[in-house]
Nanobody
Framework: QVQVAESGGGLVQAGGSLRLSCAVSGGRFNSYTIGWFRQAPGKEREFVAGISRYGYTYSADSVEGRFAINRDNGENTVYFEVNKLKPEDTSVYYC?????????????????WGQGTQVAISS
């Protein structure tokens, strides 16, 4: 079955940028929409951004205008970049795989999840 794994988290100064990676294995890479979610301590997991198997991207208002997401089909990896980072971006970030082509944003639309990578933003 398909598996995903996130990497690239760390401590970043506010105003900087960070690139996260989601490696996909065990399935046909171009069959899935890949989504990114985040969860801060004590808060619900929320959708951040996604990319369809055709390369179309979409995002939540929280990162609109300051993100880039793309997929490298040769490496079976999705890259997610956020710039102009804010302290409120501090969260554990998760990537997930969905068979939906309808721009899924809900947890239940994603069947496979990674373990998460922590991002902390300092002033």
């Amino acid at each position: 079955q398909v598996q995903v794994a996130e990497s690239g988290g760390g401590l970043v100064q506010a105003g900087g940028s960070l690139r996260l990676s989601c490696a996909v294995s065990g399935g046909r890479f171009n069959s899935y929409t890949i989504g990114w979610f985040r969860q801060a301590p004590g808060k619900e997991r929320e959708f951040v951004a996604g990319i369809s198997r055709y390369g179309y991207t979409y995002s939540a208002d929280s990162v609109e205008g300051r993100f880039a997401i793309n997929r490298d089909n040769g490496e079976n990896t999705v890259y997610f970049e956020v710039n102009k980072l804010k302290p409120e971006d501090t969260s554990v970030y998760y990537c997930a795989a969905s068979t939906s082509d309808s721009y899924p944003t809900r947890e239940e639309e994603y069947a496979c999840w990674g373990q998460g990578t922590q991002v902390a933003i300092s002033s």
